[in-house]
């Protein structure tokens, strides 16, 4: 839902003479109504988690989000039209054309499964719901209870001054935070690379020391964290807490393996060190060569071989195809990432004929070309050259040209089709007629000026010829 209303940078004097954010203004009013209606109503109501915490930050807010002591029928009833959306008391109030979630005060409980607490026991306070968040900087709420003369900042674990210092610290004993739910433990790394904080020490070893648990959480939640942290300004922040604290050993072994593969690209960096660079190198407003750049040398442990990688892309692609599918990626998504990393290889030759070109862009997909050279711009940026090399851009201007140019470069765009082939030369359906449109596709994308349609039919009838005098002199 959409942050309506936030007033990015409004700032007031704070408590301690610096400026600080004003959060009577940067919150929506719709989000004020609903707070006013459930105080009206005799309930306690606040802003908490990630909303309050990024309006704190100047951050524009992904949606905002609410606690309150109603229980979740009451909610409903109070707000017609209002959802209840599930078991753990969040229930979805519709405002002013937004959706905001809003949530009943929980008590802490043991959590069987590492990741959800096995019952749910509603709370009447709020600074009892904040005892059981993740990290301080989560753990802070803005509103007020009936009977308060206005809405106020409740911070009972030091989020404020952790938000000043940048630091992610869990709430309480780190260790239990992380055994009641391991996705915290993926969340700080990716927190870390999204916010730009660092981990405090204890928080870091509780990770280090419970990151097996990550083995129990779902692909699905694993695959969402990973997608945010590779929209971060700097993935390899969050990546490279990932490998140090074994979280990246239990979601991805094959990536982990690149730690100490000596790689001749920068000096004393080895091929870890490579990946994190690439990606990093990748524009973040283009997901899918984000994640490719992440994978594109996933293969390379596998076949390292005298200090060479062959076929590194080939196996890549299938490693890659193998942890998108654990990872429950899109399928569409996940075949463009795979399909960049089996052709991320892709030789550029100064003196290659336009034929070449035009077979080149029909091997990738006219689509997908921009994407692979964004790729390979981020691969060269992470082996420490220089980028936009010029034979690789004026590769790539030729590769335009053609596209430009729109020259037949698929079976579609033949002047003739399988039905003129067959009306024309008697052809029946097979795999004869497949060979002669193939290799007609071929001599056209060698000549364009070939595809025309009566060009293409004598063209046809020649191949037939050839084709029938190889079946005759065939043993």
Do not use: C
């Amino acid at each position: 839902m959409a942050a309506n209303g936030f007033e990015a940078g409004v700032v007031a004097p704070g408590a301690d003479g610096t400026r600080q954010p004003d959060l009577d203004r940067a919150v929506p009013p719709a989000v004020h109504a609903l707070i006013d209606g459930l105080v009206a109503a005799g309930h306690a109501a606040y802003v908490v988690g990630g909303s309050l915490r990024d309006a704190l930050l100047g951050r524009l807010p992904a949606d905002w989000d609410l606690a309150t002591d109603a229980r979740p029928g009451r909610l409903v009833a109070l707000f017609p039209g209002a959802v209840y959306e599930n078991r753990f008391g969040t229930v979805a109030v519709r405002r002013e054309a937004e959706v905001f979630e809003v949530t009943t005060f929980r008590l802490e409980h043991e959590y069987a499964d590492f990741r959800r607490p096995h019952r749910v026991e509603f709370g009447s306070t709020i600074e009892a719901d904040l005892a059981r968040r993740d990290f301080t900087v989560n753990a802070m709420a803005w509103g007020r209870r009936p009977g308060d003369p206005a809405n106020a900042l409740v911070d009972p674990f030091g989020g404020r001054g952790d938000l000043a210092t940048r630091t992610l610290r869990a709430v309480g004993d780190p260790d239990a935070r992380f055994r009641e739910d391991a996705l915290r433990m993926v969340r700080a790394v990716r927190l870390a690379a999204t916010l730009g904080f660092d981990v405090e020490p204890a928080t870091l070893a509780a990770i280090t020391a419970n990151a097996s648990l990550a083995g129990h959480l779902s692909w699905e939640r694993i695959g969402a964290e990973l997608e945010k942290l590779l929209a971060a300004p700097r993935p390899s922040v969050g990546l490279r807490l990932a490998e140090e604290t074994g979280l990246l050993a239990v979601i991805s072994p094959e990536l982990a393996a690149q730690r100490g593969i000596p790689q001749r690209k920068v000096a004393g960096e080895d091929l870890w060190e490579h990946t994190l660079r690439t990606v990093d190198a990748a524009p973040a407003e283009r997901p899918v060569v984000r994640l490719a750049a992440l994978l594109h040398d996933i293969g390379k442990p596998a076949v390292l071989e005298g200090g060479r990688f062959p076929r590194h892309e080939t196996v890549g692609a299938e490693l890659a195809a193998e942890l998108l599918r654990r990872l429950r990626y899109p399928r569409t998504a996940a075949g463009e990432v795979v399909h960049l990393v089996r052709h991320h290889m892709f030789p550029v030759d100064p003196g290659a004929t336009d034929a070449a070109i035009r077979r080149f862009i029909m091997r990738i997909g006219p689509d997908r070309i921009d994407a692979l050279f964004a790729l390979r711009r981020a691969d060269d940026l992470g082996s420490g050259m220089t980028p936009d090399d010029p034979d690789t851009v004026a590769f790539r201007e030729r590769v335009l040209r053609e596209l430009h140019a729109a020259s037949p470069l698929d079976r579609h765009a033949l002047a003739v089709n399988g039905r003129d082939l067959m009306a024309e030369l008697g052809l029946a359906p097979g795999p004869r007629l497949g060979h002669v449109i193939d290799e007609l596709l071929d001599r056209v994308i060698a000549d364009p000026g070939l595809n025309e349609r009566g060009s293409l039919l004598l063209l046809a009838q020649g191949i037939l010829a050839d084709m029938y005098e190889d079946e005759v002199s065939s043993p």
